[in-house]
């Protein structure tokens, strides 16, 4: 379980590989809110390489959108797999999201 964290043009790339759970949440709220103070406003969180999100890496998703939100920026969601696309729509999260199929639809838009 990891993250990775590049800049794809004006946008900062985090990209999540294994889990997002209890466990790791804290090491993307810290890197996405560093970059946030950084000045960075376009942010894509993608899953290409993720098979798990509990309850807490959902809330953690939540809280992070409505800080970028707040200071005028946006967090958008790439390559859910098909488990967790169906995760997003049960809790009706994709209708807070804006979830893309790739990580280069989600640089395009």
Do not use: P
């Not at 800049?7 to 209890?22: P, S």
């Not at 810290?30 to 950084?38: H, I, N």
Request: charged fraction near 30%; charge should be negative; avoid cysteine.
């Amino acid at each position: 379980m990891s993250f990775t964290q590049r800049n794809a043009g004006r946008t900062v790339v985090f990209e999540v590989d294994g889990q997002l759970i209890v466990g790791n949440r804290h090491e993307l709220k810290r890197m996405v809110l560093a970059a946030l103070e950084d000045g960075s406003r376009r942010f894509v969180v993608d899953f290409a390489r993720t098979g798990y999100i509990d309850s807490s890496g959902l809330g953690v998703l939540i809280s992070l959108s409505k800080e970028v939100r707040a200071a005028g920026g946006e967090l958008r969601l790439a390559s859910l797999n098909e488990d967790l696309r169906k995760l997003f729509e049960l809790t009706r999260l994709d209708t807070f999201f804006r979830i893309s199929d790739d990580l280069e639809e989600a640089l395009r838009e």
